[in-house]
């Protein structure tokens, strides 16, 4: 051991860290591959979410999101988000990103009890999420393991929004589907 540090902390912690950088890359490559896509209407982003707005009664505010795949749908502030690749391209993926993020807003509309709780977390989860591996490391190096705790316990947050979160997103894909 060096300052503390068990080997058997990596039994746990790489594993899940390949796992989070193996989904990013698939969806970032998917995402890619999608958005060379033309789909059948022939309409871009920005023109489906309307279309399906219009065809839902969902009265939403459309605004800008920089970055890419940075789409989102805001329920506190009724605001759907769209990238500018997905807003302009007539693609498969730009399609898919707007009824996916539109379904939220079904969600939203419906009350959909997991979208209110995750909604509820996400507060918490964006200062604990990044707070609690600092706390972990400053815990290991000190050999300070209640520090370390508190840490995995901060962290355990973020463990907990994405059990919320997984439900809500699979129900906003279904959502989607059907409204296109």
Do not use: C
């Amino acid at each position: 051991m060096f300052y503390g540090w068990n080997p058997m902390y990596w039994v746990f912690a790489l594993p899940a860290l390949l796992l989070a950088l193996l989904a990013q890359a698939l969806v970032q490559s998917s995402y890619r591959r999608y958005l060379r896509v033309a789909n059948s209407s022939g309409m871009t982003g920005l023109e489906v979410a309307r279309r399906i707005m219009r065809t839902t009664g969902l009265d939403l505010v459309i605004e800008g999101a920089r970055g890419q795949l940075t789409d989102h749908y805001d329920p506190r502030g009724k605001v759907l988000r769209l990238s500018q690749e997905v807003a302009t391209h007539a693609s498969v993926a730009s399609a898919a990103i707007v009824a996916h993020e539109l379904g939220h807003a079904q969600q939203d509309a419906q009350g959909y009890l997991p979208l209110r709780v995750r909604t509820g977390l996400v507060p918490v989860v964006n200062f604990t999420s990044w707070l609690g591996p600092i706390l972990f490391l400053i815990g290991m190096l000190l050999n300070s393991y209640d520090l370390a705790w508190v840490g995995v316990l901060a962290f355990s947050g973020a463990v907990l929004f994405a059990l919320v979160t997984l439900p809500v997103e699979i129900n906003a894909s279904v959502r989607g589907l059907r409204l296109l």
